[in-house]
Structures are given as C-alpha cells and as structure tokens.
C-alpha cells in the first residue's frame, strides 16, 4: 500500500512540474515618464540666484511601490499585472523635476536633496492622487508642490496641481500613455509657475 502510495504521489507531482514547465509567463513591460522637450522663454523667466534642492515627495505606501495602479467604480483597488513603472512615481517625479528644472536655468544649480550642497531654496512635492480611474476612463494627478527659503524657514510660494487624462482604453499602456501627458502638463505648469513674479 506503501509502495502504491508512493507511485501515485510521483505521478502527481510529475503532473504538476510539466504543468508549470508547459505554462508561459508573458514577459514584464517596464514604463518610465516620457518628457518631450519644452521651450522656455528666458526673456520672460524669473531668475533665482540660488541652489535649489528638489525632496524625495511625500505620497502614500502604494505609490512607493512600481506598480501601476488602477480603481474601479466599486472603489476596489488594483495594479496591472505584468505592467510596472521603471521605478517608483515618488522617484521618477523627483529625478522629472531635476532634470527639467536644470534645463529651465531659473536656478544656479538643482540637486537632489540628499547632496551635501548648501542650498538656499527648497522643492517639496506630495502625491495626493496618481490613479488609473477604470470607470472615468481616466489617469487621475494631484501633486502639491511647495517652495520653501531655507535660510529663513518660510514659505516662498505653494500650489495644487491637477490633471484628468483620457485613457483611450483600460489596459496599463494606454495609462502610462495618460499619465505622460499630465506629466508633461505638469513641467510646462512648473516652470510657468516658478517664473511668474
């Protein structure tokens, strides 16, 4: 009965190997923020004479993962399988205001946060919203960015910024698609916004 036993256990777990072994796993798709280039007129830009360091933003557990995230009109929850930013929103919206900050020219120099430089004005930013919203057909983006002296402590300037994109259809390359786009919005907003006197 032993021996029985032990034959049909083989058997079942040979089943199950080649079960795995025959099924395919479709490979991952890996997504960043697209930025296509902005004109910035110099003429009309407000000059900082400063070095400006850009914070690490603030934003809630599931957006410090790489999942893209979507939300039903059942307001359930979920991430497209298969589908994952390149890395987390919180890093890419930091490495998408250093990069376009630097080419802006407004400051003296931009750096990341952690750098040992001496800086005289701070960037902190906050994700409030960065959703695929599957019953709007819609990306969904709210960030607060906030601009703070650091000599002094105060508040130099802070504003809201919103976006809903269309998504063509509901699967994550059309929402990374819609996600680019507010994020290009946002740049062109950034600079508008910290060059206005």
Known sequence: MLKFRQVIGSLGLASIFSGCIGTTVPPMNNYTFKCDDIKVETAKQKQYNKVLKISLPNTSSALTRRDIIFRTNEGKIGSYA???WIDTP????QNMLLRTLTASSLFKAVVRSASNVESGLLLESEILQFVH????????????L???????????R?????YSINVATSNAKNAVEAFNSAMNELRSDVIVWLSDS
């Open 82 to 84: 298969y589908s994952q």
């Open 90 to 93: 919180a890093d890419l919206l």
């Open 146 to 156: 906030t601009l703070v002296d650091q000599n002094s402590g105060k508040l130099v």
């Open 158 to 162: 802070a504003k809201l910024f919103t």
């Open 133 to 144: 919203k599957v019953d709007k057909n819609s990306v969904e983006v709210q960030i607060v």
